[in-house]
């Protein structure tokens, strides 16, 4: 009989259950219970995008004695203290990281992509916690990285935690995580239908109707929270803007590539700067340290770097900075975020990536006003303009970056300069470098989620779905004779070859017994192990069918043993190659039926 004890050690999966089992018996279209779901998943980003905030602003205030405008902060502080907050700050994330917190290393929206894609929407629980802080600490102190990425991290956390209690299927909680980063983009940005096109764009990539529906619902609600609390205004602050000539289209065109080349470096330094740091022969803890003293350094010089930097972009749009401050800044900047990022910071580059566009678009401005005054508008339209072109170029998701940045503005009349800028931008980067920023990262691990469906399918799959649990086997001592026999009868041509114990000790294929295999001389002298491939590869039940299917492929194997991770040599089943295809096929099947 199981003890009290055992009976009462997980009330909440129990709780959970009685919740999804109510769901399932309750006649409620679907559409509703997702819309219900979404509301609810839409007020957690909005209130997490705010929390997150007043996070950074409180380790702002502990580090610098006030909050607000880091720029005007920092103007009266010693060069000194410019130095060793960001040091600190670094180094106490550092710490976190490395001895408390290690899933939250490089922690973005990379990571939030690979969930869905392969790992059924599943979001560690911790990571909203560890996030959270790592980057507020980070950004709060000064660190170079943006406030976006983490808050569209804590919404789909958000989301994922909640599909996961309620245990809903895979796709449901896909959507949910996807609703989540919609709502932290909206709430943030004060821009619904940005967050909505980013969710769909970038992190789904599908716009089907069942995920569209509850996406829409919450990026709507993540915004009218952060309204509430925030009142309702555009993100950013721009001066009045009318496009002064069609001839400014071909010059909006040219910014696009322009971008595109800013983007690509961005994207390409960002990683270089990581590969750098990881060769450096130094304590991982204190890395980031060591990248936050860096970007003290560069912010004797240009303090604009600091924090996510929109200071420096309203300095930009209004046109207080010269071209020659901002061609500079452009360097300075993507140095900044790539040792503060690379050396094990925490935070984002979406704002940074802003930055980037605002003083490329304003040093392009001032040259095209300079040269060309009669027909184009001010630096800080093009300012505005490059902040979508560049963003376009790094994240590759051009409606976001045209959406996002028309709900920033709320100015309508920006809307065909920002589409041609972001379609160029978008168009060239990907022939210079077919990532982007967050695919980028995916691919340095062997994740290639946009190369066919197949992978992602298969890497979503594990071996433990698609093995035969009971397969055919044979006895080591097994006589040729008696062998024979065996091979004659059965339907299989290859064999897992066992012990006393069931315990694995080598295969038997057609290779090994087809030239012994009618010698009547050896009947009674051979066994199965004397002929068995000892050297056996093999692969564990939580490993993917895609990693399964790359060592069948590799040595043309007919079967492969499933082992336990605890004890190497049990047998726990085998998958074949025909296995992998059946679990394949079954899985293109169902899953244009649960979008319908």
């Known amino acids: 009989m199981p003890s009290d004890t055992h009976l009462r050690s997980n009330p909440s999966h129990s709780r959970s259950r009685r919740i999804s ?76 990281i490395y001895f408390f917190m290690r899933e939250a290393r490089s922690i973005g929206v990379s990571d939030v992509m690979e969930a869905v894609a392969l790992r059924k929407g599943v979001i560690k629980k911790r990571l909203l916690f560890s996030e959270s802080l790592t980057s507020a600490i980070t950004i709060g102190t000064g660190g170079s990285a943006g406030v976006i990425a983490p808050t569209v991290v804590i919404g789909s956390s958000l989301g994922s935690i909640a599909g996961q209690l309620l245990r809903i299927s895979p796709d449901r909680i896909r959507t949910l995580v996807a609703c989540g980063a919609a709502g932290g983009i909206a709430a943030m940005f004060n821009a619904p ?68 080349f800013v983007a690509t470096l961005f994207t390409t330094s960002l990683y270089r700067a990581e590969e750098i740091f990881q060769k450096l022969e130094f304590p991982d803890f204190l890395k980031a340290g060591l990248g936050g003293l860096i970007t003290g350094v560069v912010a004797l010089l240009f303090p604009h770097v ?5 200071p420096a972009i309203d300095l930009a749009l209004a046109g207080q900075l010269s071209w020659f401050t901002m061609l500079l800044l452009i360097g300075f900047k993507i140095l900044a975020t790539s040792i503060t990022l690379g050396s094990g910071g925490s935070g984002g580059t979406f704002a940074p990536a802003l930055l980037l566009g605002s003083m490329a678009g304003g040093v392009f401005g001032s040259i095209a006003h300079w040269l060309l005054p009669e027909v184009t508008a001010s630096q800080g339209a093009y300012s505005i303009v490059g902040m979508a072109a560049v963003l376009s170029g790094a994240i590759h998701g051009p409606l976001s970056a045209i959406l996002i940045l028309f709900e920033m503005t709320d100015n309508y009349r920006i809307i065909l300069p920002l589409m041609i800028a972001c379609i160029i931008s978008f168009i060239a980067s ?10 980028l990262k995916l691919v340095r691990r062997g994740i290639n ?25 044979i006895y080591e001592g097994l006589p040729l004779k008696s062998l024979t026999r065996h091979i004659s009868e059965s339907k299989y041509h290859s064999f897992p070859v066992v012990d006393h114990y069931g315990n694995l000790t080598g295969i ?24 068995a491939t000892r050297m056996v590869i093999t692969v564990h039940p939580d ?54």
């Open 21 to 96: 089992s109510a769901l399932r018996s309750l006649s409620i279209n679907e559409h509703v219970v997702m819309a219900v779901l979404a509301t609810l998943v839409g007020l957690a980003a909005g209130l997490g995008a705010l929390g997150f905030r007043y996070l950074v602003n409180f380790f702002q205030l502990i580090a610098y004695g006030s909050e607000g405008n880091l720029l005007e902060i920092i103007k009266p502080i010693p060069w000194y203290v410019k130095i060793w907050v960001p040091a600190a700050g670094g180094l106490v994330v550092g710490i976190l």
């Open 193 to 260: 239908i940005g967050g909505c096109m980013f969710a769909l764009e970038v992190i789904l990539g599908d716009f089907g109707l069942a995920s569209f529906s509850p996406i829409v619902i919450s990026s709507v609600v993540a915004t009218a929270t952060s309204r509430h609390f925030l009142g309702n205004f555009p993100a950013i602050l721009v001066p009045p803007y009318q496009l002064v000539s069609a001839w400014e289209l071909p010059l909006y065109a040219l910014l696009g590539l322009l971008a595109a």
């Open 306 to 310: 600091l924090g996510s930097g929109f």
């Open 430 to 439: 990907t022939q210079i470098h077919k990532e982007s920023i967050f695919t």
């Open 449 to 473: 989620i946009k190369a066919g469906k197949e992978i992602n399918l298969l890497k979503s799959l594990l071996v433990k779905e698609a093995m035969n649990p009971a397969p055919e086997t």
């Open 508 to 531: 038997l294929s057609y290779v090994d017994y087809h030239d012994v295999l009618h010698d009547q001389q050896l009947e009674h002298l051979v066994v199965a192990k004397d002929i």
């Open 543 to 596: 490993d993917s069918l895609y990693t399964a299917l790359e060592k069948i492929a590799a040595k043309d194997f007919s079967i492969l043993p499933v082992v336990s991770e605890e004890s190497p040599n049990r047998l726990l089943g085998i998958v074949t190659r025909r296995d992998i295809i059946g679990a394949y096929n079954s899985a293109v099947i169902k899953k244009p039926l649960l979008r319908e």
